[in-house]
């Protein structure tokens, strides 16, 4: 084992700070990485404050982030894919049993044997997974994907989370340049589904409570921006959607968008609220449609992602912070002012 630097939470109430953690030693499979960058999901923020406590409670402390960038500086004696010095990026899985019927299909986020990036029982140490607030991280190069290289890295990080947990719904539901498309909630994940499901070609239309990211919504690639506390204007809408991302991080009225969806249409959640939301039957009986959730992306198709946005020249907007304002950056993520994913810079740990 090894020391890394990192930024844990001892309790849900307390902030994020300075601590040490182990790493283990490399097993013959294993690659380690310097981390470069690390995203901040509001899946970070939901567990550091054990918000989901009835589905997959917390154990302190805890090292939170799965948007890993770095740079390779060790491998393993099997490992074939990495070798020190290049770049390589992790998401939110780090190992699974590969021997399973989801993991022999490419979706290892529902191995019942699969290893979260945090918070999740480690196979290697005692206790838990750490995540990438932290200098240092050791996985299994199964789990290590490739980035393209005309990317920047600290606007790629955040392809690891919000990129494949948008890509992959917009994919299933088979969105192309004929479809009509909503996103709803345009923070991390909204804003990369509006930059996907453009890419795709499709008709896009951003769902927003905040009217002041109305520019930035037509920039990113929406084709029109609703400000979804306004009645007459989500009413324009009705009946009238191919499909719907709903990616909002609280309560609300989910049925508002249901009555959008055209006949046979589909709603798709991936923002995790942890109260339920209540459905209205009348809203999916009327016209056939469907409502439906995702989790992230197994590894093929993350990085079919991360291949897709080389191509397509797609990274996150990202604000740059050093891992001091991490306290900072969950306050405006909990006001929804985050344009649109903050990105730390592990350069800002190494030098504490
Ligand atoms: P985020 O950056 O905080 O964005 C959430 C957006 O939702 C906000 O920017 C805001 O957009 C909107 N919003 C926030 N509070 C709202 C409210 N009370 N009513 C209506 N809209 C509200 O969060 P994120 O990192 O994108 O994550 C979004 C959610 O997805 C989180 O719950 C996260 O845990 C979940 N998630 C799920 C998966 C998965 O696999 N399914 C993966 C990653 C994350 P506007 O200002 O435009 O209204
Ligand atoms: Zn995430």
Redesign the pocket.
Known sequence: MYNAKAYAATSATSPLARTTIARRDLTEHDVQIEILFCGI???DL?TVRNEWQEFMPTVYPCVPGHEIAGRVTKVGSAVSKFKPGDIGAVG?LVDSDGTCEHCKAGFEQFCPNGTFTYNSPDKHLEGVTFGGYSDSIVVDERFVLRVPSNLDLAATAPLL??GI?TYSPLRRAGVTKDKKVGV???????HMGVKLADAMGAHVV?????PN?KEDALRLGADEVVI?RNADEMAKHAGSFDFILD??????DINAYLNLLAVDGRLTI????PQPLGVAAFALIMGNRSFS????GGIPETQEMLDFCGEHNITADVEVIPIQKVNEAYER?LK?D?K??FSIDMASLRSE
Not at 206 to 210: A, C, D, H, I
Not at 247 to 252: P, W
Not at 270 to 273: E, H, R, S, Y
């Open positions: 999901c509001h899946s939901h939110c989370c919000a947990t709803v909630g345009l923070g991390g994940l909204g951003v769902f927003s409570t905040s990211k979804s990616t909002v991080s609280a309560q609300h991936v923002g995790a609220p959730g995702s989790s992230i993520l929804s985050v649109y994913r």
